[in-house]
């Protein structure tokens, strides 16, 4: 039986991911921002008040959190960063983020961030954790298409 938790995030964590993220999430990363794999999740962490790492049987699955955009009105960027695990531990994995996604709103008044129009697991898991998407538009480094998703309180 596999062993699953949700821990607060380490520097072995982030060294690990570095090593075995997923290929499409290293092409968004680098999309995005120019950023390798260790520099987006260094970044990221730094960014969250709250980053979380998923592992399974001790090794990481997955690295997430929110970044605040503003204190003011409440709002978040969510962002989460994944090996391959991710698509072995799916049905624990999908589960797990719908109670995180459960906290995150009541926590943030809106969230919003982009995601590389290519990452097609990454996009078919925030359409099913509830986010709205714009159009593909040419973003970040690269000016590749991204879509822009959102959520906000009803």
């Not at 969250?48 to 049987?57: I, K, V």
């Not at 982009?114 to 159009?135: C, P, Q, Y």
């Not at 970040?140 to 906000?152: D, K, L, N, T």
């Amino acid at each position: 039986m596999v062993h699953y938790e949700v821990i607060d995030t380490t520097q072995e964590h982030i060294e690990e991911l570095a090593e075995t993220m997923a290929e499409a999430d290293v092409q968004e990363c680098w999309a995005a921002s120019h950023h390798t794999p260790l520099a987006s999740l260094q970044l990221s962490d730094l960014a969250s008040s709250d980053t979380q790492t998923g592992l399974a049987d001790g090794e990481v699955v997955c690295i997430f959190g929110v970044s605040p955009l503003s204190i003011l009105s409440g709002s978040g960027s969510p962002w989460m960063l994944t090996s391959d695990l991710v698509s072995k531990h799916a049905r624990v994995f999908a589960r797990g983020n719908k109670v995180w996604m459960k906290m995150q709103q009541e926590r943030w008044q809106s969230m919003r961030n982009h995601v590389d129009a290519r990452n097609t697991r990454s996009i078919r898991w925030l359409k099913w954790m509830g986010f709205d998407f714009k159009e593909a538009k040419p973003f970040g480094a690269e000016q590749m298409p991204f879509h822009e998703f959102s959520w906000e309180q009803g």
